[in-house]
């Protein structure tokens, strides 16, 4: 069984931090978002990686290759943006015909009982209710279970059942068939060739789909998504005790233990990534890239670049009695 993971976006919605790293290479709750989902699915008993790159692909293929040196990658070049289903589809000659595929998208962070899932038989397609299916592909079922629709982005959907990017594929075969009737037919859904489209041709040539729960998932590609799951994902770690010069830290934290603090208020739901400087700063709900250099700072919901440097202005102040101010933290 192989795990297909397309990772070659350029994450537009994310910019200005994707214009020196990809998306999936940013970092939350100390690690970046394609380690959490590397990271379940080794430990799942997976070990066979085809990465689909492009935009700042070499620097995807060296973080596999030193971060995860007990698997097997392979590394495919999408050149266009051309969707999710070409990207697939590029990576067709390295899917033997009778094994199952997973696919998961690059830039979903998701919760699921991974084990649970590959025991299952057949196509199963991870899926969550949302409150406007508008924004996803999403699935129509049988009144048994099946799966009988798959819409892309739907204008009215007729189900809030949002599938969430992760995907088993029982029948190699017939979704690389697919893939390749949608490209040569040039059926596309806004422009792109989707992995949705695909999926729907092999239910309309009989293949038996089901649909199983995902618990949480995120999907990382707008910056107040990517705070809120930094936010649950430090949630969950186990809090070291930090001992930095004058400063306080209000759990749940993550710091680097190359990044230096001092003079400081840290948290709550801040991450610090290596190497990183900061001093007389106050950081809530906040995202520190490594080696950034923070000085007189106070910032919250914020996403600080990898190298970045922000000097705060010096302030003093003569305030007298029964006076308010209120600067916006």
């Known amino acids: 069984m192989k795990v297909v993971i397309p990772v070659a976006g350029i994450g537009s919605r994310m910019r200005p931090h994707t214009h020196t790293q990809p998306k999936s290479l940013i970092p939350v709750a100390g690690q970046p978002i394609l380690a959490h989902i590397i990271r379940p699915l080794v430990e799942a008993g997976l070990n066979e990686f085809i990465f689909i790159i492009g935009y700042l692909g070499d620097k995807i293929e060296s973080y596999i290759t030193d971060t995860f040196p007990e698997i097997k990658a392979e590394f495919v070049m999408q050149t266009s943006g051309k969707g999710i289903g070409h990207a697939i589809w590029l990576a067709k000659d390295l899917l033997p015909d ?3 595929t997973i696919i998961v998208l690059g830039d979903t962070i998701f919760d699921t009982d991974l084990k649970k899932m590959l025991a299952m038989t057949g196509t199963q397609l991870g899926t969550k209710k949302v409150q406007d299916p508008r924004l996803f592909g999403v699935a129509e079922l049988s009144d048994e279970g099946y799966v009988t629709k798959l819409i892309e982005k739907p204008t009215i959907p007729k189900s809030n059942l949002a599938l969430v990017g992760i995907y088993k594929i029982g029948d190699t075969k017939a979704l690389k068939e697919a893939l390749e009737h949608n490209i040569y037919n040039k059926i596309k859904t806004q422009n792109e060739y989707h992995l949705t489209d695909a999926l729907m041709r092999m239910v309309e040539q009989g293949t038996v789909m089901h649909t199983f729960d995902i618990d949480n998932w995120y999907d990382c ?25 004058n400063t306080i830290i209000v759990p749940p934290v993550y710091v680097h233990p190359s990044a230096k603090v001092s003079n400081s208020i840290i948290g709550p739901d801040v991450s610090v990534g290596e190497g990183a400087v900061i001093d007389y700063s106050i950081l809530k709900n906040s995202i520190i890239g490594p080696n950034a250099l923070l000085n007189n700072a106070i910032l919250h919901q914020s996403l600080i670049g990898n190298d970045a440097s922000f000097q705060g202005p010096h302030q003093s102040l003569n305030i007298g009695d029964s006076t308010e101010i209120n600067f916006g933290l």
């Open 221 to 245: 590609g707008k910056p107040a998504i990517l705070l809120e799951t930094n936010a649950m994902l430090l949630r969950r770690l186990p809090q070291a005790k930090y001992d930095f010069p």
């Open 98 to 100: 009778d094994k199952e």
